[in-house]
């Protein structure tokens, strides 16, 4: 099973609201990831999480706050986004280990559509 | 992170073999080719990754150069379902961070 599974599927918000998109695994994977794509664009990096500790920030704005409750579970806590931030936000899971460790591949999952209105 | 160079856009008939070429002159000795498909709407799937022997599974087979510097994805009977994007990936030496570039978009036709 290499499913993990993100929601809403589709989420439209005003600029003042605060939301949180959610990503579940379990695979047992230590490694989560939050990636943001625009459209027509490919994913961009935007957090990893290693052992349930912040180990990548890209540089990102502090309206998006990530959280790592647990190893199953990734959030991405948003406030005060500007209508540009509509996007596709993707998560993702590997085992640790970093790039080279054979098999140590990055899985997707679907996507949350984020309007912002 | 060594950088790919992908074609922007491919045709392959149905049932035809869809070769996707990649460059990525700049990989070290110790970085992994990866290879990623985007169905339009869809997150990315894992198709096959390979070091430096040919690599080959139930979706597809990774041919890597001898010297490293470029790679073929071939999809042996493409389908209608293979049209997408996708990304060949080169992986960082160490780290977590995949970093996807523009990708070829594969369009299979009738």
């Known amino acids: 099973d290499t499913e993990v599974t993100q929601t809403p599927k589709h989420l439209v918000m005003g600029m003042t609201n605060k939301k949180s998109l959610k990503c579940e695994q379990h695979?047992?994977?230590?490694?989560m990831y939050w990636y943001k794509q625009k459209a027509k664009k490919p994913p961009e990096l935007m957090f990893v999480?290693?052992?349930?500790?912040?180990?990548i920030n890209e540089s990102v704005p502090s309206r998006f706050s990530p959280e790592c409750p647990n190893s199953s579970l990734l959030n991405l806590h948003l406030h005060a986004l500007q209508p540009e931030d509509s996007a596709l936000y993707l998560c993702?899971?590997?085992?640790?280990?970093?790039?080279?460790?054979?098999?140590?591949?990055?899985?997707f999952g679907e996507g949350s559509w984020l309007t912002v209105v | 992170d060594a950088k790919t160079t992908q074609p922007p856009s491919m045709d392959c008939a149905e049932g035809r073999a869809a070769n996707l070429p990649c460059n990525h002159s700049?990989?070290?000795?110790?970085?992994?080719v990866y290879w990623y498909r985007q169905i339009h709407s869809q997150g990315p799937q894992y198709i096959i990754h390979?070091?430096?022997n040919n690599e080959t599974n139930e979706m597809a087979s990774l041919i890597i150069t001898e010297d490293r510097k470029s790679s073929t994805l071939i999809l042996p009977h493409a389908t209608l379902r293979d049209t997408a994007v996708y990304y060949c990936?080169?992986?960082?030496?160490?780290?977590?961070?995949?970093?996807f570039g523009a990708g070829t978009i594969l369009r299979v036709k009738s």
């Open positions: 993702a899971s590997s085992q640790e280990g970093g790039g080279q460790v054979p098999g140590n591949t990055i899985y």
């Open positions: 390979g070091l430096k």
């Open positions: 700049t990989i070290s000795g110790n970085e992994y």
């Open positions: 999480y290693s052992y349930e500790k912040l180990s």
């Open positions: 990936i080169v992986r960082v030496g160490y780290g977590n961070k995949l970093v």
């Open positions: 695979m047992g994977h230590r490694a």
